[in-house]
């Protein structure tokens, strides 16, 4: 099975956790069945892959957020990189023109694009194989996957199918409804939709190529700026009239506030938190160095890391993205291909950050303008390479590499350090990479 995994969402939703950088997806709150704690993208990777291990998954993704996904998936997992965000239908045309051209998919393959952002058991990743098997037999251009409803709900929207059969015709598309709406959809057989599209690559494609002028691949990441934001469901399937849907009966949740979070996250609390016994229905999360204490909280969630700290009612917790939105801050935590950064302090002329490496992992040989900065080693050992000179490092020693040299470190072993950023101009694109020799 081909498999685009859609892992591009932006920061909003699960603030102060989530970022632009850490979108919600990599947030760890979930536990694997060793009792690790894991993140929605590795939850969902690892039921894919138990369902079938030869699946070929391709993570469709931001920029900002490829080195997150390599740090939680690994260094080769497939990662198809969306040069800007512009929605589900460019994302997964370029996804799709990126298994065709660059990974020499066949256009006859059958292909399915998933978000990664539900909650569900293994289970449910048997169906999507399911829906696989019947978008390949060619009973339409698309098969999608719907989920049976079990109340009716104005957060989603519907799929109208022809009838009630597990494999129906799709009549048509609805939007989130009001309440009074959505039960009508409910007597009508309606089905929420899952955001799963099967279809033939080599149909998609066709269809991209008569509505976008570009040539392969290559051509498309070079003109992704100028595509219009849209919907798969918008661009594609409303347009369509060749499309099937699959029933699913199963749990299913859609993680998208904390609300929400709330009802599936592996523990009621996470970090250095104590509530007394008259709290109820509370869930805290807290990623600073610091305790929270809870007395009579009820119904509510707590979340504090570097980037801010909520607290909110569980039902008010889905309404904050506008003032969220008003909150101006840079992210202070961010996952890399080669392990952690976290800001510690921010002075005038001055940024302090912890930084975590993996054993074995590099940073890139690079440059600043407009800093300077002084690595302590806290712990591990590592090796460093300035301006093409090369030394050892381990804990205790102190090295300063001025604006203007290049420089890299590599962490022999697992490493922790202290970065201080020194200059009048701290900011993150004040950074030139180059090849090391």
């Known amino acids: 099975m081909n498999l685009i995994l859609l ?28 009792g690790n704690y894991e993140s929605m993208v590795q939850r969902v990777y690892r039921q894919i892959m138990a369902v079938d291990s030869n699946t070929k998954i391709t993570v469709a993704t931001s920029r900002s957020q490829a080195s997150t996904i390599k740090n939680q998936l690994g260094e080769n997992v497939s990662i198809c990189v969306e040069p800007c965000r512009r929605d589900t239908f460019p994302a997964i045309v370029l996804a799709s023109a990126y298994l065709h051209d660059e990974l020499a998919v066949p256009e006859s393959e059958t292909v399915v694009a998933c978000p990664v952002d539900p909650y569900v058991s293994t289970a449910y990743y048997e169906v999507v194989k399911d829906v696989q098997k019947f978008a390949e037999r060619g009973g339409a251009n698309f098969t999608l996957l719907g989920i ?8 989603y929207g519907y799929i109208i199918p022809e009838s009630s059969d597990l494999i129906s015709q799709v009549k048509e598309f609805k939007e989130k409804p009001d309440l009074d709406t959505a039960k009508k959809y409910l007597a009508q057989n309606a089905l929420w939709n899952a955001g799963i599209f099967a279809f033939r690559l080599g149909y998609l494609l066709d269809k991209a190529h008569s509505m976008i002028d570009f040539q392969d691949y290559r051509d498309l990441f070079n003109r992704y700026h100028c595509m219009t934001k849209i919907s798969f469901d918008y661009g594609i399937l409303e347009q369509e009239s060749s499309i099937q849907v699959m029933r699913y009966h ?9 609300n929400m979070v709330a009802e599936v ?28 204490l809870c007395l009579g909280c009820k119904d509510m969630i707590i979340a504090a890391s570097g980037d801010g700290i909520l607290i909110s009612d569980k039902e008010r917790s889905g309404h904050m993205k506008p003032y969220v939105e008003k909150i101006e801050v840079e992210a202070r935590y961010a996952e890399k291909s080669w392990g952690t950064y976290k800001v510690m302090d921010v ?20 440059m600043h303008y407009f800093r300077e900065e002084v690595w302590t080693i806290v712990s591990g050992k590592g090796k460093v390479v300035v301006d093409g000179m090369e030394q050892q490092l381990e ?3 102190v090295i300063t590499i ?15 350090m202290i970065e201080v950023q020194i200059g009048e101009d701290i900011h993150v694109n004040d950074k030139i990479k180059f090849q090391i020799k």
């Open 7 to 34: 892992s591009g969402g932006s920061g909003k939703r699960l603030w102060p956790l989530s970022n632009d950088v850490r979108s919600k997806q990599f947030i760890k709150l979930f536990k694997d069945g060793n």
């Open 148 to 155: 049976e409803p079990t109340y009716p709900s104005e957060k």
């Open 250 to 258: 199963g749990d299913w949740k859609d993680v998208g506030t904390w």
């Open 265 to 292: 996250m592996a523990d009621q609390t996470k970090g250095r938190t104590i509530m007394d016994e008259t709290c109820e229905n509370t869930n805290i999360v807290n990623e600073l160095d610091i305790p929270i």
């Open 347 to 366: 002075q005038p002329g001055s940024m302090t950050i912890k930084i975590s490496m993996k054993a074995g992992q590099s940073m890139s040989y690079h």
């Open 395 to 397: 804990t205790g020693d």
């Open 402 to 416: 001025a604006a203007g040299c290049k420089h890299m470190i590599e962490a022999v072993t697992a490493l922790d």
